[in-house]
């Protein structure tokens, strides 16, 4: 059975809340270990709303400095105090973040009693920034008005199991047992053995990606390649183009053909411009292009 790889918009709006939307935020659960990604304003508010389990939150990951994408940041650190966490919390994040974080903590007089471990990036290529036994996290540049940052998360799916029968058939060393359930072909004599001969099937791995304010690029694509799932901002309609390149934001339809590029499964909306009342003017657009595409809102629960 799969784990738990479960996605939740917490805020979808842009700049800043409106129409009962919050701004950035969502929240990652795999096997009951949670990561933020984004805390804007109310961020706190949803998390509870929403069951974020506060205490099993290990990572979150803060694409850039604009407000609507940290100002929700100091009410969750300085919450825990009233929580009792004693474990370690890891903070991703630009340069910069770390300047912002002490300055808060210092201008309130206000000690956290636990371990904040603070990573500032200014990496210009995808690096891998956090690895777990069951999860790979990866950074890479957008290109927005300051350093932002789309990060892509990776199932990480335990050794393949060998059929026991083909083990006495083919008269497997431990040195080649281990080989194929690594998920490599061996070879005796003239002939190589196919592990995917050898072993019972297992689900492929899943991924998510998450892309917020950024212009139209299409030189992320290599990095969200098939991805499960795609989230990217749909700030604009295509009506708005020549606002959204200015203000390096993207339309629906230029997400869209960021999904077809990237072979996702899924692309989900968000970020939308305070001019839409509902959302539904850049989500419908995208969709008209790539019809693999769901609605991103506040509250919405989607299973990779």
Known sequence: MSKTF??????????????????????INYNDNYFLIDAGEGAQIRMTEYKVKRNRLRCIYISHLHGDHVFGLPGILTSY????????LHLFGPTGIKAYIEAMLAAGQTTLR????????????PQV???????????????????????????????????PQKIKEHRLSISEIKEIKSGNNVRQGD???QYLDLVYPRDKPRSYAYCSDTVYDESIVPTIKDVTALYHETTYTSEFAKEAEERYHTTGMQAAKIAQLA?????????????????????????????????????????L
């Open 129 to 163: 920034i956090w690895k777990s036994h069951e999860l790979t996290v990866t950074a890479f540049p957008l290109k927005h008005r300051i350093a932002t940052y789309g990060y892509r998360f990776d199932e990480q799916l335990s050794q393949y199991n060998i059929i």
């Open 191 to 193: 002939a190589e053995l």
């Open 114 to 125: 636990f371990e904040l471990i603070i990573t500032e990036m200014d990496h210009t290529t």
């Open 263 to 303: 072979n996702a499964g899924l692309l989900i909306t968000g970020h939308y411009s305070s001019r839409y009342r509902r959302g539904d003017e850049p989500y419908l657009e995208a969709k008209s292009y790539f019809a693999e595409t769901l609605k991103g809102y506040d509250g919405m629960i989607h299973n």
């Open 6 to 27: 479960q996605l939740t918009i917490l805020g979808s709006n842009a700049a800043m809340p409106a129409f009962g939307r919050m701004t950035s935020c969502q929240s």
């Open 81 to 88: 105090n009233h929580y009792n966490r004693s474990t370690p």
